[in-house]
């Protein structure tokens, strides 16, 4: 474990030291995601323009929801969608080999060779944008709100990069789709407003079919002191689980490529 | 000319068929935002949803209706050298450009038109209300639409001539574009100062002139005034892409593909 | 057929050094170097003639051929072509002409090439009968018929050079640039695309510039080559000439059963030596003798007398500022 920190740790510093080269575009980036974020602020403005409550949260809920979905996708955009077209070039030009030849794992490879620093301002500014959030709500959380926050976190965290990886995963069929992040980005777009804005047959498949809100929904109401330990507990359970399944395909998939077995 | 561009559609329809999956994933992601964004007004204002739901279809119909995504194919093709290979042939460039548009769109209405039509059997708010001189003149200012759309793209991809990151300069004006032509909220929503600006910026006849159009939303002295505005902005924009065009050959010219 | 004439072809390139502090400084007053890629070059080439252009990398082949083909705007000089000036990229010089680069394929990626082809006769206005005259020709001579419908993308490399070459000669141009044709094909295709430009050149009269770093392309194709060097031209003229004048000498190869100890130097200049064979520079009018002499007085197993190998002539070239 203290191994692949130090691995970790590498391809930080790497990946840190190769952006630091093209520091001009650093300044871009940074306008570039504040102008994200402030569109999504602008596009909250104008639904809360005509109404006060959305899905029965109010503006600051909502807020922190949009910090959180920032923050979320920041991570997601700094180390996991870097590394899914290379995965993709990989699997294309049979340059895996090299890859399976290291002496490290290859899915903590593929996932976090490459990471996009720039990226981290999203996470700072969501971080910056559920505080703001909060101020609004006038809502100071406790301390279980906090950990609780952490706890359910990790768990989207978690949830999120076994979801990312099974898609990274079909790669090694599906090698004519140049985008496949594409499909995660329309899924994962759902989980920016609240869940219960849903009607109907719409809000069944969005909380069990394809739970993206949960991933969002959850970690913003631990924050805001709605939490109950069955929810916490049931997410952490579904992270592990689906953990879990997204390292057995990466595993069922390396047999298939390698050409070993069933 | 008619027989080149037939054998160009020809070409990009051919082409379009082996990109089928890609084209399917792309569409996928054009169809969920919108709709994202109709529930949530549907939420917000729940005695309207009818009308939410006319709406967004109708935003998904003319979106990909008008869709130009010319500024990416621009910018790999400058970049990466090959756009000399269509400098060499005798037909400029832009008419390959707009036979690919021709056949994407072909092809999405002929998706969307029938899952339309067919969600108007089940739903009844989807049926549209329009007479036949409506629903010409809601043609009409989709091509136009189209148009201009398909210019504005063109003429960021020619900047890829002078700045390396034209996609991102893209990106800004299609936010821009996001909150001005209707997509996330219908204009009349928007507070008054944005709704001032629609007027008069090209991006409302991109998507919510036809939608107005076809909601009776827009009539008699409002039509014509949309008409001639989108038909301004027109003018701008083919000036504009051959003012570019003449500039990019020349940088082109002194700097080589 | 084609004229150029005092051709210059200069590019300011910003410099940047590297640093935050430059690139801050960049941002508002930008340094540049002028880099000269062509220098006064002038030449002349007749209808009908194959001309291959060598020169090392960055030497101002490609530079040359761009403005040869309209993509790029000389700096100063003329420029005429089949009586048309390349930069204006009028429509009717673009139909008379085609350029082929090695390295980057018209043919479009996903679908057979046989509807580049098709797109191709639409776009230059080829009629019917010409088209399938054309095509048949081609086909017959390129062996193209089991590849004309298979996507582009299936095909290996040489295939696809032979699906580009005809794509570009469908309209059957009177000049063609070939920019490095035959580089990463094997050898088998090197042949048969020199034996098709050449039995295309006999029967069409085509006028042809080829670029290429394979001297095998430089020996079976050109007669007379263009040699440029530092964006000047250094050479224009016979191959032939060109290897009398920089290497007039021969290579003598020799193998003994077993490696006399004696000073070579005696009888050429030594260039290889391994275990039984020595290979001699001999000037070109005593190789002959040196031959018979080394054949009388040692026990030769075998003995070669050969023209330097190209590569070499051409070296040396790259090494003069004029020849």
């Known amino acids: 474990m203290r191994r692949y920190g130090r691995v970790f740790r590498e391809f930080f510093r790497a990946c840190l030291v190769e952006e630091l080269e093209y520091r001009s575009e650093f300044f871009g980036n940074f306008i570039a995601s504040f102008f994200g974020l402030g569109i999504a602020l602008l596009t909250i403005h104008i639904f809360f323009y005509q109404t006060d409550r959305l899905g029965g949260w109010t503006y600051g809920e909502v807020l922190v929801l949009l910090g959180v979905f920032n923050t979320l996708r920041g991570w997601i955009d700094f180390a996991l969608r870097p590394n899914m077209p290379r995965l993709l070039e990989h699997v294309r030009r049979g340059t895996l080999d090299y890859i399976l030849t290291k002496p490290v794992d290859s899915m903590f490879y593929v996932s976090f060779r490459h990471l996009v620093f720039w990226r981290l301002i999203d996470v700072a500014l969501g971080l910056g944008v559920i505080g703001y959030g909060l101020y609004v709500e006038r809502y100071v959380p406790s301390a279980a709100d906090v950990l609780m926050f952490f706890v359910v976190m990790t768990a989207s965290l978690l949830l999120i990069y076994s979801l990312w990886m099974m898609l990274m995963t079909t790669s090694f069929w599906v090698v004519r789709i140049d985008d496949l992040s594409f499909i995660f980005d329309s899924f994962f777009d759902t989980a920016r407003f609240p869940g219960s804005m849903y009607r109907g047959a719409v809000r069944f498949v969005i909380t069990y079919v394809l739970p993206a809100v949960l991933i969002t929904n959850t970690p913003a109401l631990a924050l805001l002191g709605k939490w109950s330990m069955a929810a916490v507990l049931a997410a952490l359970a579904v992270a592990m689980l689906f953990l879990w399944v997204a390292r057995r395909f990466w595993r069922f998939a390396l047999r298939f490529y390698t050409g070993a077995g069933g | 000319m008619i027989r080149k561009y037939i054998a160009l559609l020809r070409m990009k329809y051919i082409e379009m068929l082996a990109y089928r999956l890609a084209t399917f994933v792309w569409m996928t992601g054009a169809i969920t935002q919108p709709l994202i964004t109709m529930f949530v007004w549907m939420n917000i204002h729940p005695e309207e949803s009818e009308s939410f739901l006319f709406y967004f279809m109708a935003v998904i119909f003319v979106e990909r209706m008008t869709s130009a995504w010319d500024v990416w194919e621009l910018d790999r093709e400058i970049r990466e050298g090959t756009f000399s290979n269509l400098l060499l042939r005798p037909v400029h460039p832009i008419h390959w450009a707009i036979a690919e548009n021709i056949v994407y769109k072909w092809l999405f209405a002929v998706i969307l038109a029938p899952v339309w039509l067919v969600g108007a059997v089940f739903w009844p708010p989807l049926r549209p209300h329009m007479t036949a001189g409506q629903a010409v003149l809601f043609l009409a200012a989709v091509v136009l639409g189209a148009a201009l759309r398909f210019l504005l793209s063109y003429s960021c991809g020619l900047l890829a001539f002078w700045v390396t990151k034209v996609a991102a300069v893209y990106g800004v004006i299609d936010v821009i574009s996001l909150f001005l032509s209707g997509r996330i909220a219908p204009l009349e929503m928007l507070p008054p100062a944005l709704r001032e600006w629609s007027e008069w910026l090209p991006f409302r006849y991109m998507i919510s002139f036809p939608i107005e159009i076809a909601t009776g939303a827009a009539d008699g002295g409002e039509l014509a005034r949309g008409f001639a505005v989108a038909a301004g902005w027109m003018a701008v924009f083919v000036a504009g892409v051959q003012w570019l065009w003449k500039a990019g050959m020349r940088k082109n010219q002194a700097v080589g593909g | ?323």
């Open chain 3, 1 to 323: 057929m084609i004229r150029v004439s005092h051709l210059h072809k200069s590019f300011r390139v910003h410099r940047r050094d590297a640093g935050w502090l430059e690139a801050v400084r960049h941002l508002w007053r930008r340094d540049y170097r002028v880099i000269e890629a062509v220098k006064d070059v002038s030449f002349t080439i007749e209808k009908g003639e194959i001309v291959g252009f060598l020169g090392p990398n960055g030497a101002g082949k490609t530079t040359t051929m761009k403005m040869l083909a309209g993509l790029l705007h000389p700096t100063s000089g003329e420029i005429t072509v089949g009586g048309f000036v390349p930069f204006e990229q009028k429509r009717e010089f673009k139909k008379m002409m085609s350029l082929v680069m090695g390295q980057k394929s018209q043919l479009i990626w996903d679908i057979p090439p046989m509807e580049t082809f098709l797109v191709n006769k639409a776009i230059y206005d080829i009629d019917d009968r010409s088209f399938r005259q054309t095509l048949e020709e081609l086909t017959e001579l390129l062996d193209l018929a089991p590849l004309l419908d298979k996507p582009t993308r299936s095909l290996s490399l040489g295939q696809r050079m032979r699906c580009e070459l005809a794509a570009a000669l469908l309209h059957r141009p009177h000049v063609l640039f070939l920019d490095e044709p035959t580089i990463g094909l094997d050898v088998h295709t090197q042949e048969n695309v020199r034996r098709f430009i050449v039995d295309y050149n006999r029967e069409h009269e085509t006028t042809i510039l080829l670029t290429s770093h394979y001297m095998g392309d430089v020996a079976a194709l050109c007669d007379r080559v263009m040699i440029i060097n530092y964006g000047r031209l250094i050479y224009d003229g016979d191959l032939s000439v060109l290897t009398e004048k920089l290497a007039p000498y021969k290579r003598l190869e020799v193998r003994f059963s077993r490696l006399p100890n004696v000073d070579w130097s005696e009888y050429g200049e030594v260039a290889e030596i391994e275990e039984g064979t020595i290979v001699l520079r001999v000037a070109r009018e005593t190789a002959a003798e040196t031959a018979a002499r080394l054949l009388e007085r040692f026990d030769v197993r075998d003995i070669n007398i050969e023209d330097p190998p190209l590569e070499e002539v051409i070296a040396r070239a790259f090494w003069e500022e004029h020849v």
